[in-house]
Every structure is written in structure tokens, then in C-alpha cells.
């Protein structure tokens, strides 16, 4: 692999990708999920493709992406506005049609060379997702910042920042698979866009009618020691969890749990657990879960039509003590962790909703150990075609606030999933420990079992 320091980006200047034609100039309102103080951030995707020698050798990537972004904006126009606060916090976007920053750029170096070092935490992010000045903030600033970076091999990576109160990541799948669409010659997108954030807005009048955890203070125990920690001692690690890995955690599993237990029931259990020790919390101290649910489809009867964009999940907790969640076997975090899920359903959605505006948008629990897993694995990222065929990789490129995003990845010749964690360095090396031991092969298994917990890149 090549060394970080030899990689040079070559950016050109950055510009504005505007409609394709005149759009409507007005302004609309986000949805009452869409603009919570918790989704205020910009989270960086990477997608990387090999070259496709089939294809004309004068098709530049640059070129045909550039374009099909500008016909895919005519249908998603308000990414191409800007958003603007208005009282009581309600974000607009002003549909002006000021654009989205695009950055082209060429990297010396080819997909093989950069092997692992694309994958999240990427640590070569800053080369392949340029951080243009001014263009970072939440309130009038671009939505969207696109870098498509062509290699030496003929490959390419495209790299994008998104304003998350404007998507959730189906709602982008959505955008990107237009503008793969247009890019391959479409005149539509085959899913018309759905703007209607006025499906998520909250009930006149608002009610809370559940008990939402991931918004209420709790009792800080602790003596502030993980919660202070200096921000510039967090590291983030990627971890695989293969077929190896869940097997051993399935054994673990209590045999009424086994029947219904999902792989994405499971992790966020296993990650959870190891988290908590890891930071070595006071055993009194309440520690909490989140996982993104996704409200769309039939499961959780929450009606969005198919072409809807904006966000439409809630992140329900899962709550313990420290010390039973410490000492107990993993089917007692497994079992929180149902329960938690199980509660996500339409009430739910726009009780959170109606609890947003009445408390003024609140931010969500923001305690040292807590985060929120977010599950990107079937968002589509990886069928986003351009023309070159298939990503090799697709998907968030790194752990954003308290946002771990997990993802698809084969590791050799397995599909996998591989999760970003975020801690301070000393509680890391903690976690890998745990992490090691929950899912080591017991001995009686394995005859040559040297590691257990597969680390794919270090930031």
C-alpha cells in the first residue's frame, strides 16, 4: 500500500453545479424528523470504482458525472438551495438553485496501491473530500460537496459531504441512483422524487405518547473522566465482524433469542457491551444504546411514498446500568436491545416528532458513553452504478459525532461488516480487548486461532 505522505491530490478549482435548466424559486420546509439539533452535520460518503476497459477510453468520469448531477438537480432541485433558520429553529431550504459544489481532481496513485486506506476511518479523507472554505456550515452553505478524484489506473473515487437534515441515507441512495440514471443516458429518474416533508411534521397539537430515551438527561454518575476526555485524544478503528465472528456470538445467544435474533440485533449488543467497559464506567451509571430504524416499507406502518428523500427513521435506546450490563452474559444487552427496536412503529416516529417541537428541537442524550449505530449495510450504496460498473466500496467513510456507521464490506473472499468506532485512545485499546475476547473461539474449537477481531485501518 502507499504510504500516506506520497500521495499527492491535484484539485481544480471548485464550482457550482446548478438545475440543468430554471427551477421554481421557493422556499420549503423541512419536516419536523428532518430538523432536530441531532442531524445539524455534514457526513462524508466514498465510493470507489475501478476502470472499465470496455468503455469508449475518451468517457471521462468527470465529465459524465458533472453533467448528470446538473439534469439529476432539475428533479432534486432543493439540494441545489440553501437552508435558512426561522423562528422556533424551523429550517427552510431556499430553493434558489445556487448549486453544489463540485471539486474535480487527480490522484497519482491506483486503487491497488491504496488497498485499506480507503475504507472507513479513510484516512486519506482530506485528500479525496476537499474541505472548501466556507462551504461546512449547517445554515446557508451548500447541501451538497461532491470531489470526483480520477487515478492512474483509470479508476476513480467519488467522494461527497452531505447536510444530513436534508437526506437520511435511502433518501440519498435515491439521488445518487439518478444521477447513475442520468449518466447512462436516462431522460428520469426511474423514482420520481418526493419532496412532502409535511408527512413528518408534528400533530396539531403535539403529544408525546412514548418514552424517548435517547432525549432525556440522565443521572451522571461518573467522575467525568471518559465524558472530559480531551477531544484530540479520540481515535477511530474499524472492525470487522465476519461469518467467524458471528458464529461465535450466536453461541451465545439464550436459546429463546436464538429463532428471532437478527446480525443487527446482535452487533449493536456486542458493540454496547464492550463500549461500557471499555470506558470503565461507574457500575450506578445509566448507559445508553441508539440504532437508526428505518420507517420506511410496510414493517413499521409509517405510509412515505416510494420517491421520499428526507429523513424517516427514529434512533430508540436501549438503557442499563453499567454494572449488569458489564456482568452479564451478552444476551442481557441482546434482549435491551430487542425490546428497544420493538417499540419503533408510526406512534413512535411522530410521538418523536411532536417531542421535537415542543422542546424546542432538543439535541439528543449527549453523554461520554453514549452513541447511536447506524446500520448502512442495505441502504444501496454499493448498486450505484456511473457507467464503470459497481463500487468496490460504498459507503460512509468514517464515525461522524456519535453516528457509527456500519457497512457492507468483503474482506478477501467473505462479505463482512465492518463498524467505525470513535474513543479516546486509551479506552480503544480497551475495546479491542473486549472485543477480542467476546468473540474468541473457544479452544475446543479452533487449533490455530491467533486473533479473533479482524482491525482494518487506524486513523
Known amino acids: 500500500m502507499m504510504p500516506l505522505s506520497v500521495l499527492q491530490v491535484k484539485r481544480l478549482q471548485p464550482e457550482f453545479i446548478t438545475p440543468a435548466k430554471p427551477m421554481p424559486q421557493e422556499t420549503k420546509f423541512l419536516s419536523d424528523i428532518d430538523d432536530q439539533e441531532g442531524l445539524r452535520f455534514h457526513v462524508p460518503v466514498i465510493m470507489r470504482y475501478k476502470d472499465n476497459p470496455s468503455l469508449n477510453e475518451n468517457r471521462n468520469p468527470v465529465k459524465v458525472i458533472r453533467e448528470a448531477v446538473s439534469r439529476a438537480l432539475v428533479y432534486y432541485y432543493p439540494l441545489a438551495g440553501r437552508l435558512r433558520e426561522w423562528p422556533n429553529r424551523k429550517l427552510v431550504v431556499d430553493c434558489n438553485s445556487e448549486g453544489i459544489l463540485f471539486v474535480e481532481a487527480f490522484a497519482n496513485v491506483t486503487l491497488e496501491q491504496l488497498g485499506d486506506k480507503i475504507l472507513p476511518p479513510c484516512p486519506l479523507l482530506e485528500g479525496f473530500l476537499f474541505n472548501v472554505p466556507g462551504s461546512d456550515g449547517i445554515i446557508g452553505c451548500p447541501l451538497l460537496l461532491v470531489q470526483v478524484t480520477c487515478l492512474t489506473c483509470g479508476g476513480f473515487i467519488l467522494a461527497l459531504r452531505l447536510n444530513h437534515t436534508m437526506c437520511d441515507a435511502p433518501g440519498l441512495v435515491l439521488f445518487l441512483t439518478a444521477i447513475a440514471e442520468m449518466a447512462s443516458g436516462a431522460h428520469a429518474p426511474s423514482i420520481l422524487p418526493v419532496w412532502e416533508r409535511e408527512l413528518l411534521f408534528a400533530r396539531d397539537p403535539p403529544r408525546i405518547t412514548c418514552a424517548h430515551h435517547e432525549y432525556e438527561d440522565v443521572i451522571d454518575h461518573s467522575d467525568g473522566s ?234
Open 226 to 459: 471518559y465524558a472530559s476526555s480531551n477531544q484530540s485524544n479520540m481515535v477511530q478503528r474499524s472492525f470487522y465482524f465476519g461469518a467467524k465472528e458471528m458464529r461465535v456470538l450466536r453461541k451465545q445467544i439464550p436459546p429463546h433469542l436464538i429463532s428471532t435474533c437478527s446480525t443487527f440485533d446482535l452487533i449493536p449488543a456486542c458493540l454496547w457491551k464492550c463500549h461500557t467497559l471499555a470506558l470503565k464506567i461507574n457500575p450506578k451509571q445509566v448507559v445508553q444504546v441508539s440504532f437508526t430504524v428505518n420507517a420506511r416499507g410496510k414493517h413499521h406502518n409509517v405510509r412515505l411514498p416510494l420517491g421520499y428523500y428526507g429523513n424517516a427513521f427514529a434512533f430508540p435506546a436501549a438503557v442499563s446500568k453499567a454494572e449488569p450490563l458489564c456482568k452479564n452474559p451478552l444476551g442481557y444487552a441482546l434482549e435491551l436491545v430487542k425490546k428497544a427496536k420493538a417499540t419503533m412503529n408510526e406512534e413512535y416516529l411522530r410521538s418523536v416528532a411532536d417531542l421535537l417541537v415542543l422542546r424546542g428541537r432538543p439535541q439528543y442524550l449527549y453523554t461520554g458513553s453514549y452513541f447511536i449505530v447506524s446500520d448502512n449495510t442495505r441502504a444501496g450504496f454499493g448498486d450505484v452504478n456511473f457507467g464503470w460498473g459497481q463500487p468496490v466500496f460504498a459507503g460512509p467513510a468514517k464515525a461522524v459525532d456519535l453516528f457509527r456507521f456500519y457497512v457492507q464490506h468483503k474482506n478477501n473472499t467473505e462479505d463482512g461488516i465492518l463498524v467505525p468506532m470513535c474513543l479516546p485512545s486509551s479506552a480503544m485499546e480497551r475495546f479491542q480487548q473486549e472485543l477480542e475476547r467476546i468473540t474468541q473461539e473457544p479452544k475446543e474449537d479452533i487449533c490455530n486461532n491467533l486473533r479473533s477481531t479482524r482491525i482494518m485501518s487506524m486513523m
